[in-house]
């Protein structure tokens, strides 16, 4: 999954996947840091640090410049995501916000509050659009009531990128 060559400034690039493609975005955050600065928007607790540190390492020998490069926020709530994007200055880097729905999959707040929140966000994205390219990693929602914020994000992007979970088949062990 070489996402790569796809980033370009103006392009929204949707990677969905059950385990939010953690894996594929540490590395993508790892190359990008060998770049250049990056943003990193974590609505889930995804970003792990040490992965990264530990991909920049297989790369170079001088991990601190690139890992000065990383700037991560995180947020906690979907009131605290809106505001994150709405503080999130536009600079000519990519952005990669990592588990976007998380916290809007929470039932404690209202469904049109939710919808409200992520219009907003959606909007402050196509503004951070304008200025660099925008990663988004997405797993699905906990409820069914809730597909409709994947939905949305889903139209608003470039290119969508699934990522299929391998089916482990179980086999029977022979006894003899």
Do not use: W
Not at 118 to 146: D, F, H, M, N, W
């Amino acid at each position: 999954m070489d996402i790569l060559p796809v980033l370009k400034t103006g392009k929204l690039i949707v990677l969905f996947a059950p385990d939010t493609a953690q894996y594929e975005s540490m590395t993508l955050i790892a190359e990008l840091g060998l770049r250049g600065a990056v943003s990193i928007l974590d609505g889930g607790n995804r970003y792990q640090p040490y992965q990264v540190a530990t991909l920049l390492r297989m790369k170079t020998v001088d991990i601190s410049t690139a890992a000065n490069r990383l700037f991560s926020r995180r947020a906690f709530t979907c009131y605290e995501m809106n505001t994150l994007l709405h503080t999130t200055p536009s600079r000519n880097q990519p952005y990669i916000i990592l588990d976007l729905l998380h916290t809007f999959y929470d039932d404690h707040v209202p469904t049109y509050e939710a919808y409200r929140l992520l219009k907003s966000c959606l909007g402050q994205i196509q503004r951070l659009l304008l200025s660099g390219p925008v990663v988004v990693t997405l797993a699905p929602p906990l409820a069914e009531e809730r597909d409709f914020l994947l939905e949305q994000v889903c139209r608003q992007a470039d290119e969508v990128i699934i990522k299929e979970v391998p089916v482990c088949q179980s086999t029977q062990p022979a006894l003899f």
